[in-house]
């Protein structure tokens, strides 16, 4: 595969931030190649109706407009995108995301904050050498802050917590400088919040174990370039790897917070928007480093972009040395929510095996969906039937509210709201377009998708009828002159005629032939060779 050159946007609370790298496949690594920021303030929401601001959403257009056009002209083959907190509690948040689509032809993903978090590992992950030993990281943006407890092999803990310098500026911050109360305040409330993603942290530290810390994101870099130039007389270039102790940081809090917004922007190395916003951020880090007893922090220029570009070659298998376990991160959470809400794991993966052998069979021949799909298709497999954790009545429903609302790492909202619905239709109505949440997909190809994909869905969970693995394995043939489609299923025991699932079949069958325009016709057969799934 020749070199690629991607770009990635983070629509964050604060600024909008672009990294273009330039991806080497034959290492894998990628190197920026070039850079782009501006505080946009999107947290600044409005306070009655806890909307976007339209002035908000403007500055925020037109900066993507500048990024899009920077990204072409660097003959960035692709541009990924995301947005988190601000987008994601606002309540024309994706109003804001579908106007972006029609408007510039980016498309944005919604993501939790976990996965946010996730994504800051890998990008933190990319660009330092941990070794053996235990990190803690620490994200501090405008609406949240992430920390995350991780080693060279996975994160142990990932947390997001809704404390940012945006947010507690317009929280908590009324005076100039901000008065003594005020600070006691906020300093106060920071800890609450931070209490249990801390304690999660200790809980998940090995005895003796003596974990490195490292700070991400713009607060924690200008706190650094504040120290750089006191004690430097200037920034080291790459910034990447500077250490400062916790008593040199308390000693710059204490000097901002005695500061008015004027006197802070003759601070060298602190920008306009920055001093806005600077007290309640370096609040967050102070609070956080004295809460987990951490004497140092060491800056990672490497944080959610670069993790968003690592986690865009994970997906495409352009990694798969001591990032391996990466690959595995969607599967091994699909499984963990199954486990969950107590899905029968042996009965869900039988439903999956079949599944994935139709989806390959008919490969080329009813439908040209890819390995994406196919991912999506197992996940719903898997989770289908999780709905009976509420009822079993109408339980296909509430497997839709349960994936829709589950914390899946790996997965964009986009994901999550495709395998909700696959998941849904594998049972009594198809997709009707009175269906709010599958008729408001934002594209048909999506609602084809679904369609599809659920009807193969259908066929493998009557291939399992009796929850016992009856059935071996599946052959499919298509006749494209006749469009007929012939099932030949070998039973598990010999002699077993498989009634049931074949008046299942016959039962389930209709909204795959009106999907794809075929006769279904199922036969027992005890010639075929058991299938070998991956």
């Known amino acids: 595969m020749n070199q690629k050159i991607i770009a990635a946007i983070d629509i964050g609370t604060n600024s909008i931030h672009m990294v273009i790298v330039q991806i080497e496949p034959s290492l894998p690594s990628f190197t920026v190649i070039a850079k782009e920021k501006e505080p946009v303030r999107l947290g600044d929401r409005d306070p009655a109706t806890g909307e976007l601001t339209p002035e908000a959403i403007n500055r925020s257009l037109n900066t993507l407009r500048r990024c899009k056009e920077l990204a072409s002209s660097l003959k960035a083959e692709q541009i990924i995108a995301v947005a988190t907190s601000a987008t994601r509690e606002a309540a024309n948040g994706e109003d804001f995301l579908r106007q972006i689509k029609s408007e510039l032809g980016i498309v944005v993903n919604l993501i939790s904050g976990k996965e946010e978090a996730r994504r800051i590992y890998l990008g933190v992950l990319s660009g330092m050498d941990f070794n053996e030993q235990p990190h803690i990281i620490i994200d501090i943006g405008g609406g949240s802050t992430e920390i995350i407890l991780a080693d060279v092999h996975e994160p142990r803990l990932l947390s997001s ?81 500077y250490e400062i ?35 309640p951020g370096a609040v967050i880090l102070l609070e956080a480093m004295q809460m987990l007893k951490l004497d140092s922090i060491i800056i990672c220029e490497r944080a959610l972009r670069e993790g968003m570009i690592v986690d865009w070659m994970l997906t495409r298998g352009l990694i798969n040395n001591r990032l391996r376990y990466q690959n595995e991160v969607k599967n091994r959470n699909v499984i963990k929510i199954a486990q969950k809400y107590h899905v029968d794991l042996d009965y869900s993966q039988r439903v999956a095996r079949f599944a994935l052998s139709i989806f390959d069979q008919l490969q080329g021949q009813l439908h040209t969906w890819s390995e994406a799909e196919r991912e999506l298709l197992w996940s719903a497999a898997i989770l289908h039937n999780c709905g009976v954790y509420i009822s079993h009545s109408s339980h296909h429903k509430h497997s839709y ?134």
Request: hydrophobic residues 40%; glycine residues 4%.
């Open 161 to 241: 917590t809704k404390i940012g310098a945006v947010r507690l500026s317009q929280e908590f911050v009324t005076t100039d400088p901000i008065s003594d109360r005020e600070l006691k305040v906020l300093r106060a409330y920071v800890r609450g919040m931070l209490e249990r993603p801390v304690d999660e942290i200790w809980q998940n530290l090995q005895l003796n174990e003596v974990p490195r810390t490292i700070g991400t994101s713009g607060t924690i870099e200008t706190i650094a370039e504040i120290h750089a130039k006191d004690t430097l007389g200037g920034v080291p270039d790459p910034l990447n790897g």
């Open 401 to 534: 509210y349960l994936i829709r609302n589950a914390e899946l790492l790996g997965f964009t909202e986009l994901e999550l709201e495709l395998i909700a619905n696959i998941a849904r239709y594998h049972r009594r109505s198809k997709p009707k377009k009175k269906h709010t949440a599958y008729y408001q997909l934002p594209h048909k190809q999506y609602q084809l998708m679904v369609r599809q994909l659920s009807a193969m869905l259908r066929l493998a969970v009557a291939l399992d009828r009796r929850n016992k693995g009856a059935i071996a394995a599946v052959n499919c043939q298509y006749d494209s002159h006749n469009r007929a489609l012939s099932l030949q299923i070998k039973p598990t025991e010999i002699g077993d005629p498989c009634s049931l699932e074949l008046w299942n079949l016959s039962y389930k069958k209709e909204v795959f032939e009106e999907e794809f325009d075929v006769k279904l016709i199922a036969m027992i057969t005890e010639k075929l060779p058991v299938a070998t799934f991956n």
């Open 245 to 279: 102790k916790y008593k040199e940081i308390e000693k710059i809090v204490k000097r901002l917070a005695r500061m008015s917004y004027r006197e802070r922007l003759e601070v060298s190395g602190l920008a306009d928007k920055r001093a806005e916003i600077i007290v």
